[in-house]
């Protein structure tokens, strides 16, 4: 059975944010002994060996120096080096919950950009849905003291900078994925490197394994990402980022033995609720849209 591509697009990002909460689960362990430059070089350098070679099997080597659009391109490569640097610079400084809420503003954000910079309508139901996941982020993180400081800040702009990155990827939709995440992980990988020269900590292999696993995992989220609004519009899957709060919650009760609050079932219950609302709703009007255009044919 073939998946209809709005809900293709929620499937990947859904997936997308599973493998992002890994990574910012074990990236939050690692940023407290070792320079967040060093993290971004050594964690995209082994993202590069794993796509380079793939690329160039495939004969797509080439293409990355036909750069399409490459103002949005370069600009988007910006983005992207501010989010994950904002992201461990804020993790550094506050509680990871905390940065989670302020991260999990972007759906708001990207709600609000498409539709001044790509124009999509976004109806009463995606709107409430978007209220009533962060509804559920803010119940169970509720804000605390550490929230209003200048690493709050980074958080946001982080989280802002996250929403401007959908906002180019379903821009650039055109451009092969794998040329987007290439272009991407060599421009944090240069980001990093350059401050390798200011501070370097020997990691353990342990250590030196996990952030060379950042790499393959941080890539492929941005991979499923970046497909997912390709696949459906950014106002239909963004939603869908609150999810992170969920598996969050899964691996801490699986790996830590935590046990959620009745407030964070609660806040979990509404995340859940609301991308199930969108879930169904794309569902019910992309088959209205199917016999709409089979009735059309036929007269």
């Given at each position: ?88 610079l804020a993790v550094r400084h506050l509680p990871l919950a905390d ?76 451009s092969n994925g794998f040329h987007l995440i290439t272009l991407q ?115």
């Amino acid at each position: 059975m073939k998946i209809k591509p709005h809900l293709a697009g929620i499937l990947l990002m859904l997936g997308g944010m599973f493998l992002f909460t890994l990574n910012d689960a074990i990236g939050k362990w690692l940023v407290a002994d070792y320079p967040v430059g060093q993290i971004l070089a050594v964690r995209s350098a082994a993202a590069l060996l794993i796509l380079l070679p793939y690329l160039w099997r495939q004969g797509l080597l080439a293409g990355l120096f036909r750069i399409e659009q490459p103002g949005l391109q370069a600009l988007r490569v910006t983005l992207v080096v501010a989010e994950v640097a904002l992201f461990y610079l804020a993790v550094r400084h506050l509680p990871l919950a905390d940065v989670f809420m302020f991260y999990l503003a972007s759906p708001i954000f990207v709600t609000l950009l498409s539709v001044v910079f790509l124009g999509e309508r976004v109806g009463l139901a995606r709107w409430v849905a978007v209220a009533v996941g962060f509804a559920g982020v803010v119940l169970i993180f509720p804000p605390s003291a550490a929230a209003l400081t200048l690493p709050a800040l980074m958080a946001l702009a982080g989280s802002f900078s996250l929403a401007l990155m959908m906002i180019l990827a379903r821009r650039l939709r055109a451009s092969n994925g794998f040329h987007l995440i290439t272009l991407q992980t060599s421009g944090v990988a240069l980001a990093g490197a350059v401050t390798l020269p200011l501070s370097w900590v020997s990691p353990s292999p342990l250590a030196f394994g996990l952030i060379c696993l950042l790499g393959v995992v941080a890539t492929t989220a941005h991979f499923m990402l970046n497909h997912a609004v390709k696949l459906a519009p950014a106002n239909v899957v963004a939603p869908f980022q609150y999810t992170a709060i969920v598996w969050a919650m899964a691996l801490g009760y699986l790996v830590w033995g935590d046990v959620p609050t009745p407030a964070a079932l609660g806040g979990a219950a509404l995340i859940v609720s609301a991308g199930l609302a969108i879930f169904f709703h794309e569902n019910r009007t992309q088959r209205q849209a199917e016999l709409s255009e089979k009735v059309v044919s036929e007269v």
